[in-house]
Every structure is written in structure tokens, then in C-alpha cells.
């Protein structure tokens, strides 16, 4: 379904189930709001881009790199070895590697995300490399024209249609009729979610 379909089924079902008011700008916030929702929960809109490793260099910032829709480092992989990083804490490596691992070099077999922007690998490469390919979620681009589509699959977009109708009836207070359109959007999401981690499993056994 494209945003105008979506649009239309959340309207004949509201007129169905409420006796207010509902505005297009209403019902168009609310699927947009969906939409945001069930691509933030289920880590959908991924992408990656390559980050450059210099040579002794430990901590990459990200901002300088990524677009601002970033959220999270999902995974990275080093094509020079065409293995996956394994992820860690700096309290792993402090406590279970070496005291001074920020200054061990080598090629790069684990990474650490340090607040929301800084990459952190161990080891650090001996001399600059093409670098690592850093997957990462981010915010799923608006839905703005009537032809727009969802980016996740079709199978899911009926989610859209039950988080706005919930949405909505919620913002009138129609609590019990929310609920249980929550509810039928929140298989959507698990499903999306199982989708996803599917995705995810299937790219890491797979050679890149």
C-alpha cells in the first residue's frame, strides 16, 4: 500500500469505529508516527557506509561520517578479512583483554560504541586501511506524497493502518477501542522485528 491507501483504510475504519472528528493532518501524523514507531522497534532501516581506519587511531567519530537520521550501530564487518566484528563494552575490555588494549595494534576483531557517535575498534590497524563497514539503523525517510510507499515490506503495512486507528481513538479517549488495535499493531511489530532479525542472521552467515 502506498500512503494514500493506507490513508483512506485508516479513515473508512475510523468513521466506522468513532463518532468524532478526524482531520487528514490528524490521521496522516499518526501513520507517520507508525511508521517512525515500527522502524525504530525493529531496527528496519538499515544501512551502512565504509569507515576509514587510520593507522594507531582507536576511537572514529561517527557524526563526522554518518547521516544525522543515525540512531545505533547495528554491526560492522572488515571486508579485508571478510569476518564480522565481534561487539563489546569497554568494561569487557578493560577487565578481560589487556589494561592497555587502546594502544595494542593489529587488525580490528571486536568494536564498542562509546555514547551516541564514537566507534571504538581493538585493535587498531598498524597502517591505514580502506577501512571497516559500519551497519547502522536510522530513522525511515517521511512519508510526505500520496505515492510514497513504505520502505519495509507489504506483508507489514497493515500495521501502519492499526497504529493510527489506535492513535486516534486513544486521543479521544476511547481507551478499550485503542487497546485493541494496539494490540493487533503490536504483532505487526513482532513480526517486522523476527523479519529483520532474520535478515540479519541470514547477512552474517552469508559471504559478503
Not at 120 to 149: S, W
Request: glycine share 6%.
Amino acid at each position: 500500500m502506498n500512503l494514500g491507501e493506507i490513508h483512506r483504510k485508516v479513515r473508512k475504519r475510523l468513521d466506522e469505529e468513532s463518532q468524532a472528528f478526524f482531520s487528514d493532518e490528524d490521521i496522516l501524523a499518526s501513520i507517520q508516527e507508525g511508521y517512525e514507531e515500527m522502524a525504530d522497534a525493529s531496527g528496519f532501516f538499515e544501512r551502512w557506509a565504509m569507515v576509514k581506519m587510520l593507522k594507531g587511531r582507536t576511537y572514529y567519530d561517527l557524526s563526522q561520517i554518518l547521516p544525522r537520521s543515525f540512531l545505533a550501530v547495528s554491526r560492522v564487518f572488515n571486508p579485508n578479512t571478510n569476518k564480522w566484528l565481534d561487539p563489546v563494552t569497554d568494561r569487557d575490555l578493560d577487565y578481560k583483554t589487556l589494561p592497555q588494549w587502546e594502544l595494542t595494534d593489529g587488525t580490528p576483531e571486536k568494536y564498542l560504541v562509546r555514547g551516541v557517535w564514537w566507534l571504538g575498534v581493538f585493535p587498531h590497524e598498524r597502517q591505514d586501511t580502506p577501512g571497516l563497514r559500519v551497519y547502522h539503523i536510522g530513522l525511515a525517510p517521511p512519508l510526505r506524497e500520496p505515492t510514497d510507499v513504505p520502505q519495509f515490506p507489504q506483508e507489514f503495512h497493515e500495521g501502519l493502518v492499526t497504529f493510527a486507528i489506535s492513535d486516534c481513538l486513544a486521543q479521544q479517549r476511547e481507551t478499550k477501542k485503542a487497546l485493541k488495535y494496539w494490540a493487533s499493531y503490536s504483532v505487526y511489530e513482532g513480526q517486522l522485528t523476527d523479519y529483520v532479525d532474520r535478515r540479519v542472521l541470514v547477512a552474517r552467515k552469508s559471504v559478503l
